[in-house]
């Protein structure tokens, strides 16, 4: 990204200063501060300038403020944060949002946006009480600020945000156009601020442990105070202040929760920045320096917020008001630092905002993208870029087991790192205080790790002894304050809830010795499907998983990854709290293709990293080292369980499809000639190391998926049974999701045969692609915001109408959005919901239309997919039967070809190869391009208007065009 795309606004002037062209973000930001001291006169003179914070702002990188305040908005509701996400009125502090969206629109000059979002203000005094606190009710993680501290909590967080708005439109040129509504809101806001000062009592004992909340109050106080003109209200804000102050460690860092935190000084940073500019405080300016050193020494040198030692954000101690462990605040970061950096014109603050804000906009591989980039001509919206693990910058490939004893690990990492054969352990050691020799290595080392659960065997038995003890915890906190990624796996927890649940016989395995005594606390009848009691309601079967989960996800502290194989759970893990959306592929697991599509649509949904573990589990046949043996009742060997060309198609495509793990099951055991020492590779252990260095040696960018396929929260969508929850018979709805998936999108096409058309059991693992990787699949959870991110949305199957599902849908098709719906949705709204869905942006009533494969409706004609495909894909692909994806990266678009025929393979049988079945395909840009490349033979093409390119039988290839 160059400084002119992105600061656009001082390009005039930047050959007078003598520093262009930009030559490093500092001298940028250097030069920043030359142009706001030139705009501002001589507002620098002084050590602590008395600024007005509309010039401050202003005074931003163009499209900073917008960035930042892009999901403040309000619906058309009036709700904003919280509300918004419930599609309900919960609390006033949930409002502050449409404070925030008010003054980047006041900044940017956009009234008609600043109109919209002022209606958030309005309906916050809609719910205003008679003793001036506001209505509540209770929030999704349970609670409420209906009363006592909470509601005085409530009313300043949203009041500080509302006093400084005022403020600000009062500095800007655009006080005349609010000024009726700010004078008809004075009363109620007068009432607030008497409530306000009648609890004020309870605002330090609340707050002892969250030091930024003393400044929010501060901010509220201070801020009203300057609004209302009335100084004891200001004086209350000193007196905050200064006991604020007192929690200080002897750096001058804010103190959250007894320790620092990355996250939340800068949260006091911004806001203390903040009331700074309207209720100057010059002791407030000199502590303000202080905690700022210290969170500039906390942006690493890639932009990410480091958070080892953290007290409470980043490493999964606490929940936040979702429920969801609470990460870092970035856009407070980056406006603390930037503010603070002008206003103190402290150009290494201002660098590190730089260095940040360019770590949010990354693109998948970690690079930052232009803005030029961030909406391609070719398509009208892109995807969220996906998700690497937390504290990561970099695509892992992990080894599945290995040494535990210290020495030995030590000795093992060291010989990875040297071959280039991975970068993260899944799993690695368990969760034991046992472990604590390892999680050191590990620490020193920083490699993540996903961890086997304690008492392993039982960790999918709900109420077993699979616990994390405080010893366990103590032990993996070792980790934490190394800043090193961990869970815990819950692995193929659908199949157990479904299929192991009634099985005596793994059940006697698991339980041993106290397999009679216990077996009728676990095991449950066959036709239960694992139900306890059986549900009568989809609502029922939600509701058991879903507290089967959480009793996994208390048990191993919070630290969990879900690992779903056989079954579609993955949106719901997502939704009741995971740290990684984790499935496995290969063994004896149908539906690869549409399992991506729904963990890749779950993880951009809920902002999580997603995985793959690649399994060589096949029939009663495994990948392990050493010669082909087929004696026993288990097939071993090199040659025995999934070809060694599909786990390298797997692994490049979860690659490729944006996955932040990628892990070959059981390689420790197959990559090595022995377990020890000098770790000498076998032929699937060469050919992991060059199949992780082609990933690391190429910028795969974002998967493209423009159609965005929404199912009802209730789905309990299941491949493996066919049933729905794992239970229910399928309706004709469920059948035609099931159809949509299973034979449209990733199914159906018909196959080349090799010669003597024999069998190829291996062959639907994946399969080829009419429309390419064409969607993700999410549930009807989904925010507008989010799903306006697609230029296509089609509802399948049965569809549930809440208020607040109309309500998203309103702001999708608002943001451009097509949705694409059948005529028995259209009535399920109801014609007044219909109406203003209508009115709000494009929608688009499907007719019906016969699968002739499968003789049943469909929720979609091949006609219509295909325009979707011709519409939103910027290259066209033909040619043989090819399954395909196109990825977005910095360069332009990278299109994935996998041809999966060509290689026979049974589990206990040698992989043939049959090397005439190559697949011919033609790709055709459907935009300007002048070049293009092929990534493994580096053949290229100029002009690179329609090229041809063969791919051999079990392989894959990527072309990459140039796009301007």
Known sequence: MTFAQFIPRFRAGSSALGIHPWRDLRSRWVALIVLVTVALGHAFADPTPTLREYDVLRSLPAGWLEWLSQNDLPDDQGLAGGNRGQGRWIEAGSQRGSCRAVIAAVVAGDLARADRAWKGVEVTFEHQRDDGGFAATERPSGGSSASGGAAVETAYFFLQELGRAILVIRQSPHEAHFHDRIRAIEPKLRRACDFLAAGESTILPKSRKAVNRVFIAAKAFGACGKVLNDESLVATSRRLVTEALRQRDDEGVF???????????????????????????????????????????????????????????????????????????????????????????????????????????????????????????????????????????????????????????????????????????????????????????????????????????????????????????????????????????????????????????WMRDVLGKDFEAQRNRFLRPPETQGYEPIPKTRREAYDQLRQYFLWHRQAKGGRLISVTGHS?????????????????????????????????????????????????????????????????????????????????????????????????????????????????????????????????????????????????????????????????????????????????????MARPPVPGHLPNPEANYLQPTRHGELCDVVLSTATGAFMGRYPVILLAGEVEFSPGFVRELETTVAAGSRLLLQERHVKSLGSEAWARLQKAGPTEVLAEWVHPATQRPAAISEERLQRIANETLPVAVAGDPIQYQINRNRRGWVVELIHNDGVIKAGRTPARVFPERVAKVRLTPRFGTAKARDWQTGQTWEPAERIEIVVPPGETRYVEFEAP
Request: glycine residues 10%.
């Open 255 to 505: 103190l959250e929760h007894g320790g620092r935190d990355s996250s939340y000084n800068a949260v006091t940073l911004l806001f203390a920045q903040v009331l700074a500019l309207h209720v100057p405080m010059p002791e407030l300016d000199e502590a303000l320096k202080k905690a700022a050193r210290w969170q500039i020494s906390r942006i690493l040198d890639s932009g990410e917020v480091d958070t080892r030692g953290n007290t409470r954000t980043g490493v999964g101690k606490e929940p936040g008001y979702n429920g969801q462990p609470k990460g870092i605040n970035h856009n407070e970061v980056i406006l603390a630092l930037a503010l603070h950096g002008i206003v103190h014109r402290n150009s290494q603050a201002l660098d590190a905002a730089g260095r940040v804000m360019a770590w949010t906009r990354r693109d998948a591989s970690g690079k930052a993208v232009p803005a030029a980039q961030t909406a391609p001509a070719v398509f009208r919206q892109t995807a969220p870029a996906l998700r690497l693990l937390p504290g990561s910058t970099n695509f892992h490939f992990s080894i599945y087991g290995g040494p535990s004893e210290p020495r030995e690990l030590e000795s093992f990492l060291e010989a990875l790192e040297r071959l280039g054969l991975a970068n993260a352990l899944d799993p690695g050691p368990s969760a034991t205080a046992g472990s604590r020799g390892a999680f050191e290595v590990l620490a020193r080392r920083r490699w993540p790790v996903i961890l086997y659960p304690p008492d392993g065997g039982r960790m999918q038995l709900e109420g077993s002894t699979s616990v994390l003890s405080a010893d366990d915890e103590a032990a993996v906190r070792i980790l934490d304050d190394a800043g090193v990624f961990n869970a815990i796996q819950l692995g193929e927890w659908g199949y157990h809830y479904h299929r192991l649940r009634t099985d005596p016989n």
């Open 568 to 748: 579609h759970y993955e949106s719901y893990a997502a939704e009741w709290g995971t740290s990684v959306v984790g499935i496995e592929a290969g063994e004896n697991i149908g539906f690869t293709q549409s399992k991506f599509a729904f963990s890749r649509g779950a993880a951009r949904q809920w902002n999580l990293p997603w995985s793959v573990q690649m399994s060589p589990w096949f029939g009663n046949a495994v990948t392990t080292r050493g010669l082909l043996d087929t004696n026993g009742p288990t097939a071993t060997g090199l040659d025995a369980g999934h070809s060694l060309s599909l786990c390298q198609r797997m692994w490049q495509h979860a690659w490729f499809a944006g996955a932040a793990l990628v892990t070959p099951e059981n390689s420790f055991n197959s990559f090595f000639e022995t377990g020890k020492e000098p770790w000498a590779l076998t032929s699937h252990g060469r050919a992991a190391t060059n199949a992780f260095a082609f990933m690391r040696a190429h910028d795969r960018g974002n998967p493209h998926t423009p159609l965005l396929v929404v199912l009802d929260h209730l789905a309990g969508y299941n491949g493996y049974i066919g049933k729905t929850w794992g239970f229910f018979p399928r309706t004709a709805a469920d059948q035609e999701v099931a159809d949509l998936l299973e034979t449209q999108l990733f199914g159906g």
